[in-house]
């Protein structure tokens, strides 16, 4: 029995030595000793033993002597925090729809990591149900609170309504600060139905009380408020997926699709146009042209996103995209002699 107490201890001293090591470039064996409340002896063995494992551990000698835990030629048994461990599952839920190559290993790696889990972060991250809606090489999400998501997430699993601030845009791109000698804004009130990582943005789906619609709002922008409001039965998303529905309000559209399309010929190779024709379609003509055929929220949009290629073209249709081309060489003229 007092051998099994004397391997527990050991084991949970191995744990807290290799804690220490993580947080800091380098620790005096005297500190780590103290530390852990153990002699330098039981810190040179313990690090010997962390050596064994697979932890490549640099010693330095001297009065200044001390270790240093550095990269090995393997990946060794890893020690992560709450937070860092969620942070890493939000990560993998996310990378499918970053690169579609490294999908199937990141849900494995989640799976390995929930597997792992004490049981108070598996109800947290069971919760985290993360839909990436757009193209494999898009930028991954832009960084938001960690606790902000795992607050609108418990939201969406308990279908609790969201209360929070939801500060708008100064002309720096700034949030106007809350209460900060500007008139306060009652709370958004939102049943949160998705959270959302799409073209390098965080958004939450959810229906709107105030408003009466469903809304995306941005998660770097919301402030929850405390408590929540009162459950609520799930509505669905219109259409019953998610993923077309954001794509459809990007597109400024109620289905998914542009509520302007267009083709033109780019007298450019179509191996040229392709790595930018984006969801449009790209078709050869011949070595020296290809036509194009894309859509935006507007015609006006649409043919300047065809001016961009900076090329000879030709409209093919409808009309109201060569209006469009004509209204912009108006404006663009009129700027030019100002």
């Given at each position: 029995?007092?051998?099994?107490?004397?391997?527990?201890?050991?084991?949970?001293?191995?744990?807290?030595?290799?804690?220490?090591?993580?947080?800091?470039?380098?620790?005096?064996?005297?500190?780590?000793?103290?530390?852990?409340?153990?002699?330098?002896?039981?810190?040179?063995?313990?690090?010997?033993?962390?050596?064994?494992?697979?932890?490549?551990?640099?010693?330095?000698?001297?009065?200044?002597?001390?270790?240093?835990?550095?990269?090995?030629?393997?990946?060794?048994?890893?020690?992560?925090?709450?937070?860092?461990?969620?942070?890493?599952?939000?990560?993998?839920?996310?990378?499918?729809?970053?690169?579609?190559?490294?999908?199937?290993?990141?849900?494995?790696?989640?799976?390995?990591?929930?597997?792992?889990?004490?049981?108070?972060?598996?109800?947290?991250?069971?919760?985290?149900?993360?839909?990436?809606?757009?193209?494999?090489?898009?930028?991954?999400?832009?960084?938001?609170?960690?606790?902000?998501?795992?607050?609108?997430?418990?939201?969406?699993?308990?279908?609790?309504?969201?209360?929070?601030?939801?500060?708008?845009?100064?002309?720096?791109?700034?949030?106007?600060a809350v209460g900060g000698g500007r008139e306060l804004r009652p709370p958004r009130r939102v049943?949160?139905?998705?959270?959302?990582?799409?073209?390098?943005?965080?958004?939450?789906?959810?229906?709107?009380?105030?408003?009466?619609?469903?809304?995306?709002?941005?998660?770097?922008?919301?402030?929850?408020?405390?408590?929540?409001?009162?459950?609520?039965?799930?509505?669905?998303?219109?259409?019953?997926?998610?993923?077309?529905?954001?794509?459809?309000?990007?597109?400024?559209?109620?289905?998914?699709?542009?509520?302007?399309?267009?083709?033109?010929?780019?007298?450019?190779?179509?191996?040229?146009?392709?790595?930018?024709?984006?969801?449009?379609?790209?078709?050869?003509?011949?070595?020296?042209?290809?036509?194009?055929?894309?859509?935006?929220?507007?015609?006006?949009?649409?043919?300047?996103?065809?001016?961009?290629?900076?090329?000879?073209?030709?409209?093919?249709?409808?009309?109201?995209?060569?209006?469009?081309?004509?209204?912009?060489?108006?404006?663009?003229?009129?700027?030019?002699?100002?």
């Amino acid at each position: 029995m007092a051998h099994k107490v004397s391997t527990v201890t050991t084991t949970s001293r191995l744990l807290n030595l290799l804690s220490l090591l993580q947080t800091r470039r380098h620790w005096p064996g005297s500190l780590l000793a103290e530390r852990l409340d153990v002699s330098d002896r039981t810190v040179r063995r313990d690090v010997d033993r962390l050596r064994e494992l697979g932890y490549a551990i640099h010693a330095t000698m001297g009065v200044d002597g001390g270790y240093r835990l550095d990269a090995g030629s393997e990946l060794p048994p890893l020690l992560f925090d709450d937070d860092q461990a969620l942070a890493l599952a939000v990560a993998l839920q996310t990378a499918p729809g970053i690169d579609a190559r490294i999908g199937e290993a990141a849900i494995r790696a989640l799976a390995t990591i929930r597997q792992v889990m004490p049981s108070r972060l598996r109800h947290r991250l069971d919760a985290l149900h993360v839909t990436t809606v757009g193209r494999p090489g898009d930028a991954p999400p832009n960084p938001v609170s960690l606790d902000v998501l795992v607050t609108v997430s418990d939201a969406i699993r308990d279908h609790e309504t969201l209360r929070f601030d939801y500060p708008a845009r100064d002309a720096a791109g700034d949030d106007e600060a809350v209460g900060g000698g500007r008139e306060l804004r009652p709370p958004r009130r939102v049943e949160p139905h998705h959270l959302v990582a799409s073209h390098g943005r965080w958004y939450l789906v959810g229906w709107d009380l105030d408003r009466d619609d469903w809304r995306l709002h941005r998660v770097d922008r919301v402030r929850p408020r405390t408590p929540n409001g009162p459950r609520f039965t799930p509505r669905a998303v219109p259409g019953g997926n998610v993923d077309a529905f954001v794509s459809a309000r990007f597109k400024g559209s109620d289905v998914d699709e542009w509520a302007c399309r267009g083709t033109v010929v780019l007298h450019l190779p179509a191996h040229d146009v392709l790595p930018f024709a984006g969801d449009g379609t790209v078709i050869a003509v011949d070595d020296q042209r290809c036509t194009l055929e894309a859509g935006s929220w507007s015609w006006g949009s649409l043919a300047a996103s065809f001016g961009r290629f900076d090329v000879a073209m030709d409209v093919l249709g409808p009309p109201e995209l060569a209006d469009a081309f004509a209204a912009l060489a108006e404006r663009y003229a009129a700027t030019s002699q100002r």
